[in-house]
T-cell receptor, first 115, second 113 residues
Framework: KAGVTQTPRYLIKTRGQQVTLSCSPI?????VSWYQQTPGQGLQFLFE???????NKGNFPGRFSGRQFSNSRSEMNVSTLELGDSALYLC??????????????FGEGSRLTVL | KQEVTQIPAALSVPEGENLVLNCSFT??????LQWFRQDPGKGLTSLLL?????REQTSGRLNASLDKSSGRSTLYIAASQPGDSATYLC????????????FGSGTQLTVLP
């Protein structure tokens, strides 16, 4: 059974550019959430999607956005990149859509470096 | 707002030793608590998930306990091995944010051969 797949694994951008990251959840999983991991702030929640709807959003500026497609694949976009956006972006999927979160399964992450 | 704390930040033990990692959270109205392992440069691997109605979960040499009233969880690793070396993170949900995990900063474990 394939795990959570994130692409690209590594990318380098310059300030002001935008970036799109992709996440394919485990087959049958309908919930996809995104986290940012930095040495200073640790892991912080970005947003969560279920059945193409954003259900929850963390405390990040509007430059961070995302969407989910009908096949549950998700993308996140960061516009007008800043140096502080350099981080490991992790995607996680979960089978359950119930109020009690099920076990989260993470991908390997996309490491973004902003120069 | 849920806050999760993990102490110690780093721990070094000789191979074969049993050890306990600690996790505390401020909002006891959690739906569940999950322990993860992260190897350098990698994503997170789920180790154990404890639902709010449970007191503990076991998987192989790992045992995680949950005490909601005191806002604490522990991860017990028996007979540690060098391959257990990694960063261990705990994460808790909070009331009103059932689908959002709040992570601790992790405990970096080194098991010396």
């Amino acid at each position: 059974k394939a795990g959570v797949t994130q692409t690209p694994r590594y990318l380098i951008k310059t300030r002001g550019q935008q970036v799109t990251l992709s996440c394919s959840p485990i087959s049958g999983h309908r919930s996809v959430s995104w986290y940012q991991q930095t040495p200073g702030q640790g892991l912080q929640f970005l947003f969560e999607y279920f059945s193409e709807t954003q259900r929850n959003k963390g405390n990040f500026p509007g430059r961070f956005s995302g969407r989910q497609f009908s096949n549950s694949r998700s993308e996140m976009n960061v516009s007008t990149l800043e140096l502080g956006d350099s981080a490991l972006y992790l995607c996680a999927s979960s089978r359950t859509g119930e109020i009690v979160t099920g076990e989260l399964f993470f991908g390997e992450g996309s490491r973004l470096t902003v120069l | 707002k849920q806050e999760v704390t993990q102490i110690p930040a780093a721990l070094s033990v000789p191979e074969g030793e049993n050890l306990v990692l600690n996790c505390s959270f401020t909002d006891s109205a959690i739906y569940n608590l999950q322990w993860f392992r992260q190897d350098p440069g990698k994503g997170l691997t789920s180790l154990l998930l404890i639902q709010s109605s449970q007191r503990e979960q076991t998987s192989g040499r790992l045992n995680a306990s949950l005490d909601k009233s005191s806002g604490r969880s522990t991860l017990y690793i028996a007979a540690s091995q060098p391959g257990d070396s990694a960063t261990y993170l705990c994460a808790a949900t909070a009331s009103g944010s059932a689908r959002q995990l709040t992570f601790g900063s992790g405990t970096q474990l080194t098991v010396l051969p």
